[in-house]
């Protein structure tokens, strides 16, 4: 009898202590891609299984551009990287960064990258004073079983269609971060050498949100990521998964 009730108090013990683990799993995400099953003007639904990502028009101005690149290439003439801001309010012990990219024209059942980069600044990159905290500009983190569809297809406003299917790339980067402000910096490669380009934050009936910051590195310089069309200061969507 009380070999049964140890083995009975050991299996509660276990799975109290599972559920305490998944609890204090979260996430931290940096802006939302979605607009809804229908193009703005009503015109046309999405695929079945699908939303869309469609650019915004808002009194006259209207977005432009659907992606904005963060690619190297194999031959190194190539360098670009995107970098935007987090806040982590209480201590963050970081386990994967995702990211959102599509490659024009891609037909494969995989995401078209091969290789990515990211790493954590504790400040602007641009300032001058900020350092790296977590990982790197050289490591390979992609987790290409972790990765997939994120069942979205990035289109022009009141131009739809399926050319630009969008991809939920992760990474494993494991870091613990202390409450503070802190920017995420990353780069990717494709399959096919190409370009690969990374959709800014859309929320339906807005050009941009408040906060926007986003930045994008030449090889050479930062510079701040502007719609060439609204001429709105953007932001980038990423998940950071956390313990």
Partial sequence: MKKTTQKNFLAVLTLALMGLTASAQGFYTNGGLTTGTTT????????????????????????????FGAIFNTAATTN??????????????????????????????????????????????????????????TANIYNAAGSGEANMYRIGNNT?????????ISGNLTATLA?????????????????????????????????SNAKQYSGTAWAGIVDAGSTQAMDMPFILNYQ
């Fill in 80 to 137: 670009l990287r995107i970098a935007d801001n987090f806040t982590v309010t209480s201590t963050m012990n970081l386990t994967t960064v995702d990211l959102f990219c599509y490659q024009t024209g891609s037909t494969g059942t995989t995401p078209p990258i091969d290789q990515m980069r990211v790493q954590i600044w504790n400040g602007d990159p641009s300032s001058g004073t900020a350092t790296v905290v977590a990982g790197n500009m």
């Fill in 40 to 67: 703005a003007n009503g015109s046309t639904t999405s695929p079945a299984g699908y939303t869309w990502s469609e650019l915004q028009s808002v009194g006259g101005s209207t977005n432009t551009n659907l992606g």
């Fill in 179 to 211: 409450p503070g402000t802190y920017w995420v910096d990353f780069q990717v490669h494709a399959t096919n050498d190409g370009s690969i380009f990374f959709p800014a934050v859309t929320i339906p009936g807005a050009l941009t949100v408040a906060g």
């Fill in 160 to 168: 739809p269609g399926t050319t630009r299917k969008i991809w939920r």
